[in-house]
């Protein structure tokens, strides 16, 4: 696996910035230090997988081209998930998300 460090994101205050490691199958990872959560993207399954960690929620969306999400979760842990109105449109490239997930450890 190949890791790279990730960009900062100057617009968010008090953030130290984290992680990233992207793997040649496409998937990606990051890991942010404060405030602590993680975002996980699997763009090869079918549909795709995002995952979102923070404490001891997960948040597991399911779909097609998620890519967008990933980069807004990252950038932004207050992103706003929510599932798709009507069909998925294949050829749009727009993110679909046809189910969330939610699971607690414990």
Do not use: C, Q
Request: charged letters at 25%; aromatic letters at 10%.
């Amino acid at each position: 696996m190949h890791t790279a460090p990730a960009g900062r994101h100057a617009g968010n205050v008090g953030r130290a910035p984290g992680r990233e490691a992207r793997r040649l199958n496409g998937e990606r990872h990051y890991i942010n230090h404060r405030p602590h959560f993680s975002v996980h993207y699997y763009p090869n399954r079918d549909p795709e997988e995002l995952w979102f960690n923070e404490w001891e929620h997960d948040i597991i969306a399911y779909g097609y081209h998620l890519e967008a999400i990933y980069h807004e979760l990252k950038a932004n842990s207050r992103h706003v998930l929510e599932e798709s109105n009507g069909p998925h449109d294949p050829n749009s490239g727009e993110p679909y998300i046809h189910k969330i997930e939610h699971r607690m450890r414990l």
